[in-house]
């Protein structure tokens, strides 16, 4: 799954993309637990752990639980999650797609086309 403003898959090379928004998450991340982010890289063989292996000292101390809240009230949770390759625009381009065409938009409201055309061109009698 991706998720708006932070992933995409690359549809031609299936590889992962990242936005800034997701590098500044990452970041903020790596300097608010920066013992976690230490442990983690040196625990390369796993894709599981397990509190103990992340704070050999401190089990039970709420690291953990701290690690969750923080994660939890990050922007991204909120954002919208789709499937991968789905063809979506963000938000930030849906609103500059819209800054765009507004004063489009009206331009044509306000245009008034007057038509000169001949009468016998209006009503086709063999129709």
């Not at 998450?25 to 637990?33: H, P």
């Not at 923080?70 to 979506?88: D, F, I, M, Y």
């Amino acid at each position: 799954m991706e998720v708006s403003g932070y992933t995409r898959r690359c549809p031609l090379t299936s590889a992962w993309l990242y936005s800034r928004r997701c590098v500044a998450l990452v970041s903020d991340f790596a300097r608010r637990f920066p013992e976690l982010i230490d442990q983690l890289s040196s625990l390369t063989r796993n894709d599981v752990f397990f509190e103990q292996d992340l704070w050999p000292n401190n089990v039970g101390e709420g690291k953990l639980q701290e690690v969750q809240s923080w994660l939890k009230e990050q922007p991204h949770t909120k954002a919208l999650k789709r499937e991968c390759g789905s063809e979506a625009l963000e938000a930030s381009e849906m609103k500059q797609l819209w800054e765009s065409l507004e004063p489009q938009l009206q331009a044509l409201q306000q245009k008034q086309v007057t038509l000169h055309v001949k009468w016998t061109l209006l009503y086709n009698v063999s129709a």
